[in-house]
Structures are given as structure tokens and as C-alpha cells.
């Protein structure tokens, strides 16, 4: 069974930029999960989804952050314009149902210069 | 604030013997808690998780272990292999419904001596 796959790997853009992430859960996982961790600090939530819905993202830093997950597959986290503080490894998570472990893709990392 | 802290930076072992890494919370709706290991521009992986109306939990190497009272949680890996040297993060989450979300420690590195 395939796991958490992430798109990039790696970018690298300026300051004033767009970024798009992307990732695909393990397939038939309706929950999906976002993490960034900057810094070398801790992992921290952004936001999580129910199939389509979003459940909550409570932790999403500002309005320069957008993510969407269109008919429930796979998602993606917009963020424009990036600033110097958007630096950091992006994490994907996915679980199924009511099941709490939640699994991790290998992370997208951004470097905004 | 820190909600869930690991106050050790690091850990050095040798192959063979055990390892614990220790793991403090000061929310009291935490009613999840989870171990995760992770590898160098890998994501976490996760190894083991216990409920709150647990104490114990045990897969194979791995042991955790809950101290509601202490706030305290640990996770014991007996033998030890140098494969296990990783970054270990601590989480856990609340029982608010529909909230999933995962509360991090900063990690502690496992070192693994052969």
C-alpha cells in the first residue's frame, strides 16, 4: 500500500511569490492533515480535513494560507504571497475514520529567499 | 506555552540496552498520545500510541508507558539496535470531537551506540 506522497520535495522561491503544495493521502484515508515545522522547531498543525470539508484550521497562521481538497482525494496548500517566515518543512498526514494515528508523508520544503 | 514537553535534547545508548524517552504534558483533555520516529528528510513514522484509560502499551520492542497523575508518558525500547537512532517526537491530542489535531513535542535524538 502506498504511502503519504508530497509534491515537491523541495522549493525554493521569493519573497512576493506563489507556492502551491500538494499531497495524496493513503488511498480510502478521508481524513487529511496538514504540519509545518519551522525552524527546527516543533511540528505544528495548520489545518484538517474531512473528505471534502474543512473540520478545522485552527491552526492556519493568516489569510496568505489556502487549502483546498476538491472532491476528497488529494489537497493542496496555496500560499501567496510567501514570505521569509513561510521557510520551512510541510507535512501531510492522512488517517482513516475514527482510527487517531495518523500517517506522515516525507514533507515539502520550502525556502522563501 | 509548550503543551507537551521533551526536556531531553538527546539520548546516547548502547546496542543491547534499554532506551526510554521521556514525555510531559500539561493539558489535561490530552486523552491520546502517540510516539513517532524520524529519519533525516524522512517524515515521522509512526511506532506506537496509547489511550488515556490505558496505563501500558507494548508492540514488540516498543513500550509505552502512561502516568496520568505525573502528566508523564515514556517510551521504552528494549533491545536497543543502532537502527533506532532517529529523532523521537512525542504527541498527543484531545478529546474534543471532530479535533484531531497533534500536539508536538520538540524531540529527543537517540544515538545508538554499537
Known amino acids: 500500500e502506498a504511502g503519504v506522497t508530497q509534491f515537491p520535495s523541495h522549493s525554493v522561491i521569493e519573497k512576493g511569490q506563489t507556492v502551491t503544495l500538494r499531497c495524496d493521502p493513503i488511498?480510502?484515508?478521508?481524513?487529511l492533515y496538514w504540519y509545518r515545522r519551522v525552524m527546527g522547531k516543533e511540528i505544528k498543525f495548520l489545518l484538517h480535513?474531512?473528505?471534502?470539508?474543512?473540520?478545522?484550521e485552527s491552526g492556519m497562521p493568516n489569510n496568505r494560507f489556502l487549502a483546498e481538497r476538491t472532491g476528497g482525494t488529494y489537497s493542496t496548500l496555496k500560499v501567496q504571497p510567501a514570505e521569509l517566515e513561510d521557510s520551512g518543512v510541510y507535512f501531510c498526514?492522512?488517517?482513516?475514520?475514527?482510527?487517531?494515528?495518523?500517517?506522515f508523508g516525507p514533507g515539502t520544503r520550502l525556502l522563501v529567499l | 506555552d509548550q503543551q507537551v514537553k521533551q526536556n531531553s535534547p538527546s539520548l546516547s545508548v548502547q546496542e543491547g540496552r534499554i532506551s526510554i524517552l521521556n514525555c510531559d504534558y500539561t493539558n489535561s483533555m490530552f486523552d491520546y498520545f502517540l510516539w513517532y520516529k524520524k529519519y533525516p528528510a524522512e517524515g515521522p513514522t509512526f511506532l506506537i500510541s496509547?489511550?488515556?484509560?490505558?496505563d501500558k502499551n507494548e508492540d514488540g520492542r516498543f513500550t509505552v508507558f502512561l502516568n496520568k497523575s505525573a502528566k508523564h508518558l515514556s517510551l521504552h525500547i528494549v533491545p536497543s539496535q543502532p537502527g533506532d537512532s532517529a529523532v523521537y517526537f512525542c504527541a498527543a491530542s484531545t478529546m474534543d470531537t471532530g479535533r484531531r489535531a497533534l500536539t508536538f513535542g520538540s524531540g529527543t535524538r537517540l544515538q545508538v551506540q554499537p
Open positions: 488511498s480510502g484515508h478521508d481524513n
Open positions: 498526514a492522512s488517517s482513516y475514520g475514527w482510527v487517531r494515528a495518523q500517517y
Open positions: 496509547i489511550s488515556s484509560i490505558k
Open positions: 480535513f474531512v473528505k471534502e470539508s474543512k473540520q478545522d
